[in-house]
């Protein structure tokens, strides 16, 4: 008997908000403090909620770049991801409303393994493809670039 995968699953997290500014988030077995820094209010027991989408980015192309690298049957060993956003405040500020606040994220991804700069081009479109959290700013106007580099 062949299992047949889910097209669409209900992912669930839970948020207790004891101040303005933390929350602390339960998701599956796992819980983490999003918080702002103590010079806006916060306690600074986690990052921001801005901060948080940054790193789901990272996480994300970690993930769906190592599944399209394993897909493609190239190498790419680990991968050093820095992130860098241009992030309008005016919104966050209450200053005005804002359409695209994350107006452009940088993602400059360093290989260890020994694929060539050919082949993580290659894992680099199909990750791009793939990878809902950069589907998620894409959609939302955001212009995403990604560097894929050898060590």
């Known amino acids: 008997m062949t299992v047949k995968m889910k097209n669409t699953v209900r992912l669930r997290a839970k948020g207790d908000c004891p101040s303005h500014s933390?929350?602390?988030i339960a998701?599956?077995?796992l819980s983490f403090a999003i918080d702002e820094p103590?010079?806006?209010?916060?306690?600074?027991?986690?990052?921001?909620?801005?901060?948080?989408a940054l790193a789901a980015l990272?996480?994300?192309?970690?993930?769906i770049?190592?599944?399209c690298a394993h897909q493609l049957d190239?190498?790419?060993?680990?991968?050093?991801?820095?992130?860098?956003?241009?992030?309008?405040?005016?919104?966050?500020?209450?200053t005005e409303e804002i359409d695209v606040p994350f107006?452009?994220?940088?993602?400059?991804?360093?290989?260890?393994?020994?694929a060539s700069e050919e082949q993580l081009q290659a894992v680099g479109r199909?990750?791009?493809?793939?990878?809902?959290?950069?589907?998620?700013?894409?959609?939302?106007?955001?212009?995403?670039?990604t560097n894929w580099r050898t060590a």
């Open 74 to 94: 190239i190498e790419i060993g680990t991968l050093t991801i820095n992130a860098s956003c241009e992030f309008d405040r005016r919104g966050v500020t209450l």
């Open 126 to 145: 199909e990750t791009a493809k793939f990878c809902p959290l950069s589907k998620l700013f894409e959609a939302a106007g955001t212009t995403v670039v």
């Open 103 to 114: 107006v452009s994220v940088t993602l400059d991804i360093v290989a260890s393994g020994p």
């Open 38 to 52: 103590t010079e806006r209010g916060g306690t600074n027991l986690g990052p921001t909620p801005t901060d948080t």
């Open 27 to 29: 998701v599956r077995d």
């Open 22 to 24: 933390l929350s602390n």
């Open 58 to 63: 990272i996480g994300c192309t970690n993930v």
């Open 65 to 67: 770049g190592h599944k």
